[in-house]
């Protein structure tokens, strides 16, 4: 066979490079790849101009029609998912978009406020003290000659506390009245003027114990009827001026001190209806009425304020000094909404009044409260509508939608 003939019937891609020489093509195959281990190191040649293998992720290009195949390829899938990216970022902008520009109009639930009675009570911690007390205490010396009472005893009005020597007092009073009289002779210089009122005022306290309501004849009398709480006197001894004798108190009625917050003045009235409860009988109940609010504060300052609260005790059941609890019952009638419309309720209160679709703001004052309901004394209306729920966001004027049921 020929070499023409040869060369006809070779069916083989062009390889990467082609020696013709002599009469005939001769092909040059491309030798196998040594591994870069085995391989001998070669100097630098210069860029060859022949044409070389492709290689592709997807195929083996060898020609440069195919290569500029591939390139198309490559072009075409760029710009499809460059168009790819603008269209999803098309999308979430328009997302975005739709999300930030929806509907925004706050929904809310609606309470039609009514007028109604409240009930409530209000109540403070106290002390008990005893209606009347008697404290015995003179400015002179005298002598006791007995003490017919003790701590505890009950005495009745009119009844003899102590007897004390009154020839002893009628000294005394002798001698005071001339201490007077010459202290008087001389008067007109500082030093005898200052004898004359220290004179006078001896005088005048034996005259008052002389005339006292509670002494006759030597013997101290019980002004009222009561008990005998404190007795600092024995029998034969001598009295000190200025200091307490005895004491006796009226326990008949107990008198409470409460002390109540001072945000609760205008709720407490005297006359009001009051149960008090003794710390030492839970469960028990002393019922009776304010008699007296106090204008001062409990301390300078403070936020209480003190309120008597007369509860009867004709058994005695109450002691002077005990710990108890004073509750007022109230009554009041007024605009009543739940409590939870209110926004701050304790103060600078205000509430939601929802017209035409709108919210509007109004300042309120609050009264009593009454389980979940509150009375409102000023800012709203019988029948006006109150935003019960959505309203801590709001804004004054703001349009709402309503929730149905």
Do not use: C
């Not at 069916?11 to 005939?24: K, L, N």
């Not at 006796?248 to 009625?253: N, W």
């Not at 109450?318 to 419309?341: D, H, K, M, T, W």
């Not at 300042?363 to 935003?387: E, P």
């Amino acid at each position: 066979m020929n070499g023409d003939e040869n060369h006809g019937q070779v069916d083989v891609q062009r390889p990467s490079s082609v020696d013709v020489g002599g009469d005939m093509d001769t092909l040059v195959l491309p030798a196998r790849p040594t591994p870069a281990s085995t391989r001998p190191p070669t100097a630098p040649s210069a860029p060859s101009t022949s044409t070389s293998f492709v290689h592709s992720p997807l195929n083996v290009v060898s020609t440069p029609k195919q290569q500029r195949s591939f390139q198309r390829w490559v072009a075409t899938h760029r710009a499809i998912s460059a168009v790819l990216a603008v269209l999803i970022v098309l999308a979430v902008g328009a997302g975005a978009a739709a999300y930030h520009f929806r509907d925004r109009t706050p929904t809310v639930t609606l309470y039609t406020a009514h007028t109604q009675t409240l009930n409530a009570n209000i109540g403070a911690g106290g002390l008990t003290t005893p209606i009347q007390t008697l404290n015995i205490v003179y400015p002179v010396t005298a002598t006791v000659l007995n003490v017919p009472v003790q701590v505890g005893s009950s005495v009745k009005k009119g009844d003899t506390l102590l007897k004390l020597d009154s020839a002893d007092l009628q000294r005394q009073l002798t001698a005071a009245q001339g201490a007077y009289n010459a202290a008087q002779l001389n008067a007109g210089t500082p030093a005898g003027n200052a004898a004359v009122a220290a004179a006078l005022a001896q005088l005048q306290a034996i005259q008052s114990l002389l005339n006292s309501p509670t002494y006759h004849n030597g013997n101290i009398v019980a002004p009222f009827a009561g008990e005998v709480t404190v007795v600092n006197v024995a029998n034969g001894t001598t009295t000190v001026p200025n200091t307490t004798l005895l004491t006796m108190v009226d326990a008949s009625s107990i008198v409470v001190k409460a002390q109540f917050p001072l945000e609760q003045r205008p709720l407490i009235q005297v006359g009001q209806a009051a149960n008090v409860y003794p710390a030492s009988a839970p469960g028990q109940l002393f019922p009776g009425k304010v008699t007296a609010i106090n204008v001062l504060l409990t301390n300078t300052g403070s936020d209480t304020f003190e309120v008597d609260v007369t509860v009867p005790n004709p058994n005695l059941a109450l002691f002077v000094g005990e710990s108890v609890y004073a509750r007022i019952a109230l009554q009041q009638s007024a605009v009543a909404i739940p409590e939870l419309a209110v926004v701050n309720p304790d103060a600078d209160s205000v509430v939601f009044v929802y017209s035409d679709g709108r919210a509007h703001i109004r300042h309120v004052t609050v009264g009593l409260r009454d389980g979940d309901l509150i009375g409102i004394l000023s800012g709203i209306q019988d029948g006006d509508q109150v935003i019960l729920v959505g309203q801590y966001q709001l804004t004054d004027n703001e349009k709402v939608n309503v929730r149905n049921g």
